[in-house]
């Protein structure tokens, strides 16, 4: 009975932790005041907006914070998508397994779980599908529940990719939805800011984080050129 009860033990643990051994993220600390106001928001709420200028750490924070709540088990997954309009064809178009196909998508929210839990674990998460890399062209039909769904470069998205995409939410699940309306890919407005829109102006419980110049953290040089990119636009 005794050795029946070890393998039991062993066998109910969580797959990614039988393969390796749990870090702890380093505690997030904001660095300007909206940064507190974002960490704050991941907190305290299922669904977030944040937008605004590149550099201002949408991206780190989002993925920091999943990680915290993935290594706490306060999740079961970690959904990464976002829209790909770059090339203006499918993502069936690109050669490859459908992780090789996103990569480069997604690589800058990868790299940051990387570097809190090493290449290792984030390779076992994605083979026991606790990381789930998701095609924006994928998602009819499915809903996410006990995850941490990340969307990013939203201000990509069309008005129809977003309805769709907010209606596949499901319990237990905190969700964030990251985009810059100022760079957006598309040829007509972004979906980003009608939804945005829409929250506002029907007053739904759902926070907007707005970075501005002042959020810029990335580097000196982030902050010179998207000062000048928006001065010289504005005398255009």
């Given at each position: 009975m005794v050795k029946n009860a070890r393998r039991n033990t062993r066998r109910n643990k969580p797959r990614s932790e039988q393969s390796y051994t749990r870090k702890k993220v380093p505690e997030?600390?904001?660095?300007?005041?909206?940064?507190?106001?974002?960490?704050?928001?991941?907190?305290?709420?299922d669904l977030i907006f944040c937008i605004g200028y590149a550099g201002t750490g949408k991206t780190y924070v989002s993925a920091t914070a999943a990680t915290q709540l993935y290594l706490e088990r306060k999740i079961q997954k970690i959904v990464i998508t976002r829209p790909n309009v770059a090339s203006g064809k499918g993502i069936?178009?690109?050669?490859?397994?459908?992780?090789?196909?996103?990569?480069?998508?997604?690589?800058?929210?990868?790299?940051?779980?990387?570097?809190?839990?090493?290449?290792?674990?984030?390779?076992?998460?994605?083979k026991h599908g606790d990381l789930v890399i998701e095609p924006f062209e994928t998602l009819r039909g499915k809903s996410f529940e006990s995850s941490f769904v990340l969307l990013d470069e939203a201000q990509n998205c069309t008005y129809e990719q977003l309805k769709m995409?907010?209606?596949?939410?499901?319990?237990?699940?905190?969700?964030?939805?990251?985009?810059?309306?100022?760079?957006?890919?598309?040829?007509?407005?972004?979906?980003?800011?009608?939804?945005?829109?829409?929250?506002?102006?029907?007053?739904?419980?759902?926070?907007?984080?707005?970075?501005q110049e002042e959020d810029i953290v990335r580097s000196d040089i982030c902050a010179?050129?998207?000062?000048?990119?928006?001065?010289?636009e504005k005398n255009r």
């Open positions: 997030l600390v904001g660095q300007t005041r909206r940064q507190w106001d974002y960490i704050d928001a991941l907190t305290q709420e069936g178009f690109f050669p490859g397994t459908l992780h090789e196909k996103m990569s480069p998508w997604v690589a800058p929210i990868v790299d940051v779980l990387v570097k809190h839990m090493g290449k290792p674990a984030v390779d076992i998460m994605l995409f907010l209606t596949r939410l499901g319990d237990g699940s905190k969700t964030v939805i990251n985009g810059d309306v100022m760079q957006t890919d598309l040829s007509h407005n972004s979906g980003l800011s009608q939804i945005l829109k829409i929250n506002k102006d029907q007053g739904l419980p759902f926070p907007i984080i707005e970075f010179t050129w998207i000062k000048a990119f928006g001065k010289s």
